[in-house]
C-alpha cells in the first residue's frame, strides 16, 4: 500500500511527488506515456516574472519566481542554466504593461546592454523592452526525471478513480491519497465548475550561426545560444487537441511559424531544425493554478463536502515551471499538515463561483 499515488508525471506530479518523498511519504507516480512526456516534455521551460502592473498570478508569480530560481539552483544545479532574460513587447498593449512592470517591480531590472540590442531586428530594437538580469532556463525533461528519482514509477493510464473505503486502487495499485496532475489530458474527475482548457504548443532546437546569450521573449520564446543550439517555442494554437482531432498535427507547417515569428527578432541564418517537441499546456479560467482539495458538487449535504483523500494541482498555463515548486510545497503542507491552500488558488474558488450562479443549490 503506497501512501499517495500521482497521476501525471509533469513538472507538477513531479515537483509534488518529491516534496511527498522528502517528507517521508511512499509514493507511486503513473504516466500512461512517461515522465516529462506531456506539454512539460514540450516546454522552453524559461523562468521568468509575469509581465504585468497588478493582479493575482502577478502576486503569486512575484513569489513563485525566485522561489523557483532558488529551488532549482540548490536541489537541481545541474538542470538550471541561469541566463538574463529580455522581454520585448509586441504591441503598444504590451508596451504599456512593460512600463507598468518597470515602475512597479521588485526584481533586479537594468537597462539591456548595447551586446544584447545590437543583434535585434530594427522593429525589435525600436519596441519597448525590459531586462531582467536573473532568469534561467531549465532541462525540462531532466529535472522531472531527477526529481522522480527513487519514487516507484508506473507507466500506466489510469482511467478510474476507484475509491475502496480507505484507499484508492489504480491500475493494479493501492494508495491512501492520490493526487491528480495529469494537465490537460483527460480529467479523471468531472466537475462542472472546474473549467480547464488545453493550448497546443511546439518547440524546435536548432543549429544557426546566429548567437544570443540572453533567453529573449518577443513574438515566440527564444533561448540562450549554447553550442550553436537555441530553442525556440510558444504555446499558441487553442484549435488542436491530440485527442480530440483527427488530422495529426502538421510539424513542417508548426516550425516555418516559429522560426518565421523568430525572426521578427533575431535574424536566424544557417537554420538546421534538430528535434521537434510538442505538447499541451493547460490553463484555467481566470489563469491562476488549481492547487488543493476538490469539492464533490454533486453531493447534497448542506456542508462542504470534498473527495475523500483527493487533491489536485493544474491549471499553471505558461508558466508550469515557475509556479511548480512554489504551489507543490504549498500543496504537500496541505496534504502532511492539513494547512489549506489560500483560496487563490483552491478549486474551492470555481467552486463558489458555481454555486452563485446556481442560486437555488444552496
Ligand atoms: C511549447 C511549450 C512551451 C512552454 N514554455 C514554457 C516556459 O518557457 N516556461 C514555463 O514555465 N512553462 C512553459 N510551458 C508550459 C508548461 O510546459 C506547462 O505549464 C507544464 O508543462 C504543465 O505541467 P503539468 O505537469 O501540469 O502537465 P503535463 O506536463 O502535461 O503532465 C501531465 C502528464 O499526465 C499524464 N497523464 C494524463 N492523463 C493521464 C492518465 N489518465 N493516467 C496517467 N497519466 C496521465 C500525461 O501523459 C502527462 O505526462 C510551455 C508549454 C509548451 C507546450
Not at 198 to 219: F, L, N, P, Q
Request: charged content about 25%; glycine content about 8%; aromatic content about 10%.
Amino acid at each position: 500500500m503506497y501512501d499517495i499515488a500521482v497521476i501525471g508525471a509533469g513538472i507538477n506530479g513531479c515537483a509534488i511527488a518529491y516534496y511527498l518523498k522528502q517528507s517521508g511519504k511512499k509514493v507511486a507516480l503513473f504516466d500512461r506515456e512517461a515522465i516529462g512526456a506531456g506539454g512539460s516534455g514540450a516546454a522552453g521551460a524559461f523562468i521568468s516574472p509575469k509581465f504585468s502592473k497588478s493582479g493575482e498570478l502577478k502576486e503569486l508569480m512575484e513569489l513563485a519566481y525566485p522561489f523557483a530560481l532558488d529551488f532549482y539552483s540548490h536541489h537541481f544545479p545541474t538542470c538550471i542554466k541561469n541566463a538574463p532574460l529580455l522581454h520585448t513587447a509586441k504591441d503598444e498593449e504590451e508596451a504599456r504593461k512593460l512600463r507598468d512592470f518597470k515602475e512597479n517591480t521588485a526584481l533586479g531590472i537594468a537597462p539591456a546592454p548595447l551586446h544584447v540590442t545590437q543583434i535585434l531586428t530594427q522593429d525589435a530594437q525600436n519596441s519597448e523592452n525590459v531586462y531582467i538580469l536573473n532568469g534561467g532556463v531549465i532541462d525540462a525533461k531532466g529535472v522531472c526525471h531527477a526529481m522522480a528519482e527513487g519514487i516507484d514509477f508506473f507507466k500506466t493510464e489510469i482511467d478510474a478513480l476507484a475509491w475502496r473505503d480507505g484507499y484508492y486502487e489504480l491500475g493494479g495499485i493501492q494508495a491512501k491519497e492520490v493526487v491528480l496532475a495529469y494537465g490537460a489530458y483527460t480529467p479523471l474527475v468531472n466537475e462542472p465548475y472546474i473549467n480547464l482548457r488545453g493550448i497546443w504548443g511546439h518547440r524546435i532546437d536548432i543549429k544557426t550561426s546566429a548567437r544570443t546569450e540572453v533567453t529573449m521573449h518577443h513574438h515566440v520564446s527564444i533561448s540562450k545560444c549554447t553550442d550553436g543550439i537555441m530553442a525556440i517555442g510558444a504555446t499558441h494554437d487553442v484549435h488542436y487537441h491530440p485527442q480530440k482531432n483527427e488530422e495529426p498535427y502538421d510539424i513542417e507547417a508548426g516550425r516555418k511559424e516559429l522560426l518565421k515569428r523568430a525572426n521578427l527578432t533575431i535574424e536566424l541564418k544557417d537554420v538546421e531544425v534538430l528535434n521537434d517537441f510538442t505538447g499541451l499546456r493547460c490553463g484555467s479560467n481566470d489563469y491562476m493554478p488549481l492547487v488543493g482539495k476538490i469539492v464533490e458538487s454533486k453531493n447534497s449535504s448542506k456542508e462542504l463536502v470534498y473527495y475523500p483523500n483527493l487533491t489536485m494541482i493544474n491549471g499553471v498555463g505558461g508558466y508550469g515551471f515557475v509556479l511548480a515548486p512554489y504551489i507543490a510545497k504549498k500543496l504537500c503542507e496541505e496534504i502532511i499538515q492539513g494547512k489549506e491552500t489560500d483560496e487563490s488558488i483552491a478549486p474551492l474558488r470555481f467552486y463558489k463561483r458555481y454555486l452563485k450562479r446556481l442560486p437555488s443549490k444552496r
